[in-house]
């Protein structure tokens, strides 16, 4: 095996990272990423690697790799050997530089590798070219919009115990959870003769781009402290992967291949395929730092926002309250209920359709409102939402219809496999690339919004298509091509509705992802409405999405305690605040503390907005069965740094679970008063050392002992807010 043979071909400053193109003697190309000021502390010599290129692909017909590869990696393939560095060019666009670097191999095809860095921003935007410039039909079963190699060029040797893989677990009503394990422990360390490939590859198939992981992962040099990650803009099935051969690992991801996503892409001569896009970044810092480079890059899309969203109003939607069954009558009440409270919005969750006696969830895609709900007409009672002074919303599921709807059963409109229509328990998928589909879904999206003046949109999305459809050359495509067109369809409600808010929701958060999150204001962090695990994975979420996008439940019910009331409306200061629940049943007292939340997290909510967030979490495996703490302290920033040196203000939520009992049953809601004496938590050092205002139901306190937070705990399940000055 040789050692490394590679030179710099070029290298580019980009804010605080600095990227190297290297090249060998084969003049294949790979990309290296570095914190700037740490070159110094690369390693050249006396590491083993052969060069892994920044443009991974497989075309049908070169040699799939070798060495036991088949049905784990289609790293280095054929056609990655044949490629060959051609050129490489540098673009400005006002305050962005474009870099692209081209590959050719010897049939006549290019692959361009585009890298675009926008100033102040801590993250580059990157992904891949395919032209085919022979004059027969190419084939495309795999290609990355991303693969950053030479991980970790820090350390001598194979590095061992050095490095951590980062990804976030996802599921219904859990998402956001953190997973480290080290290289050895998914066993990608190389092997005795450096040769045989090792990789773990993993994503999602389907149309909810978060089920099962979110499109993120990091890699963590725990010795250097040095963090690579990358995101993918994504609605279609994807994967990532990290592989290794030698001493090198290598990160990629992209569209999910033919192997893992059922994907083949046919490019005719003379034409040419474009990647999803990705994020990618690398810095000083653990995973939580680089999360929030990626989530940061995507603040610029909030940018034009409608004027209302910018000081994060408080909204309300009554699906905890009417579970499906919206009415004139109901809304009413309810909306005379929240006359007086510092509430801005009013969604009308889903059912406002439904047909009587039929559950809401099989009835979507014919959106004719019920004139039984509705007997003055569904304009009535928005009319009479915008007269008591609250911006009115509506739900739509726009790409699905339900069983019970008419359009359901006019197969021409849906995607179909084995020719046959898609269907799961209840749904089918519309075809979103028919122009009859959006004809259709024109006049009952686009031309009711505007009918009924609605100024909110929660568009839903419940179920997942799966592989793909036949609507392409392969189910994989057929997927990508109506995700893509769904996308658009989103950029045209937006369009022809000027100064719509939207909300991103599938199933809770299963969308939230960097692409669709660019379209919309905000979105639903999780269908856990009234779960106590709520603020686990609203913390999780602030290394995925802005917290300012991330819309929280604070359900309330007529029989809540002060101390579940101020638990339920802490959690949402992790994000934003979305009431439901039983408002006209509630007494004065209860109001009191609600309403005292929402001040309170009005003089928080510039920090939701801007700011930098720590997260400490001492707590059991379970999230259903909870124990230990969670503190997030978020710091304010300036809107330019991304961590402060010393911030102005800051603000914690501290959530107490109940006692940690050696992996037993942890102390319930309502157990025993036995809890800890105190629980340090250590301060930022750019977080401000003065506790201004405290919020909470019960008498959990907390003071400052030098350079850390001492909470004393009184019960389970309690939590406190404090903002700092």
């Not at 480290?180 to 040769?195: F, H, I, N, R």
């Not at 047909?355 to 009535?380: H, Q, R, T, V």
């Not at 039983?582 to 009191?592: I, S």
């Not at 001040?599 to 967030?613: E, Q, R, T, W």
């Amino acid at each position: 095996m040789e050692e490394n043979t590679r030179n710099i071909l070029s290298s580019f400053i980009f804010g605080d990272m600095l990227i190297n193109y290297l090249i060998d003697k084969d003049e294949h190309v790979t990309l290296e990423m570095l914190p700037l000021g740490m070159e110094d502390r690369v390693i050249r010599d006396g590491k083993t690697y052969r060069p892994d290129s920044l443009i991974q692909c497989k075309l049908v017909g070169d040699a799939y790799p070798g060495a036991n590869a088949g049905g784990m990696s289609m790293m280095n393939s054929g056609t990655v050997n044949d490629m060959h560095y051609d050129a490489q060019g540098v673009t400005k666009n006002g305050n962005m530089t474009i870099v692209s670097t081209t590959l050719k191999d010897r049939k006549n095809h290019r692959f361009v590798h585009n890298l675009s860095y926008t100033e102040g921003d801590y993250a580059l935007e990157c992904y891949t070219e395919f032209y085919n410039d022979s004059d027969s039909q190419s084939k495309i079963e795999y290609i990355t919009s991303f693969a950053i190699g030479n991980m970790t060029p820090f350390i001598e040797g194979s590095a061992v115990n050095s490095m951590d893989v980062c990804r976030i677990r996802s599921k219904w009503s859990h998402e956001g959870r953190l997973v480290k394990e080290s290289l050895e422990e998914l066993q990608l360390e190389p092997s005795w003769v450096k040769w045989h490939p090792l990789s773990v590859r993993f994503g999602q198939r389907g149309s909810m781009p978060v089920k099962e992981y979110a499109p993120f992962a990091a890699v963590e040099d725990k010795i250097t402290g040095v963090t690579w990650g990358a995101a993918l803009k994504i609605e279609c099935s994807w994967q990532m992967e990290f592989y290794r051969r030698d001493d090198a690992l290598v990160f990629a991801g992209g569209l999910a291949d033919r192997e893992f996503g059922h994907f083949l892409k046919n490019v005719e001569p003379g034409e040419s395929f474009e990647t999803p896009h990705s994020i990618i970044t690398v810095g000083c810092g653990d995973v939580d730092c680089i999360s929030q480079r990626i989530t940061r890059f995507c603040d610029k899309y909030l940018e034009n926002v409608p004027e209302c969203e910018k000081e994060l109003p408080v909204l309300f939607n009554e699906y905890c309250t009417t579970w499906g069954l919206p009415s004139h009558e109901n809304i009413m009440n309810t909306v005379n209920a929240l006359k007086g409270h510092d509430v801005k919005y009013f969604v009308i969750d889903c059912g406002w359709f439904v047909e009587e006696g039929k559950p809401w969830g099989d009835g979507m895609g014919d959106y004719i409102p019920s004139d039984i709900l509705f007997p003055k007409g569904l304009k009535y009672t928005v009319d009479c939402i915008r007269e008591a002074g609250f911006k009115p919303g509506i739900w739509y599921e726009i790409d699905n219809a339900g069983h019970d709807s008419h359009i359901y059963y006019d197969e021409s409109y849906f995607l179909h496999k084995d020719g046959i229509p898609i269907t799961t328990e209840g749904r089918r998928f519309f075809n979103m690339k028919d122009p009859k589909v959006i004809a259709y879904l024109d006049e009952k999206v686009i031309d009711q919004i505007k009918k009924y003046g609605f100024e909110y949109v929660k568009m839903d999305y419940n179920d997942t298509i799966g592989i793909g459809s036949d609507e392409a050359e392969s189910l994989g495509e057929g997927l990508r091509q109506d995700r893509e067109a769904a996308v658009n369809y989103v950029k045209r409600v937006l369009s022809n509705v000027p100064g719509l808010i939207l909300e991103n929701c599938s199933s809770g958060g299963h969308k939230t992802e960097p692409l669709m999150m660019s379209l919309c204001a905000m979105a639903s962090f999780s269908d856990a409405h009234e779960c106590e695990h709520i603020p686990l994975i609203a913390a999780g979420l602030h290394r995925t999405i802005l917290p300012r996008q991330s819309q929280i439940w604070a359900v309330i019910r007529k029989d809540d305690s002060i101390k579940r009331i101020a638990w339920t409306i802490i959690n949402t200061y992790l994000g934003r605040m979305c009431f439901s629940g039983d408002v006209c049943e509630l007494t004065d007292t209860q109001w009191a503390k609600i309403d005292e939340g929402i001040a309170f997290y009005h003089k928080l909510s510039p920090i939701v907005k801007d700011g930098y967030s720590y997260i400490y979490r001492n707590t059991g495996e379970s999230e259903t069965e909870l124990s230990g703490y969670q503190v997030v302290i978020r710091v304010q920033n300036d809107g330019k740094e991304l961590i402060p040196a010393m911030a102005k203000r800051a603000y914690a939520v501290i959530n107490y679970f109940g006692l940690m009992n050696s992996g037993t049953a942890p102390e319930s809601h309502s157990a025993s008063s036995v809890v800890p004496e105190t629980i340090s938590v250590p301060l930022p050092s750019n977080c401000p050392r003065n506790i201004l205002e405290s919020y909470s139901g019960t008498s959990i306190k907390a003071h400052i002992e030098g350079d850390n937070l001492i909470i004393s705990p009184t019960e389970g399940m309690e939590a406190l807010a404090l903002i700092f000055g």
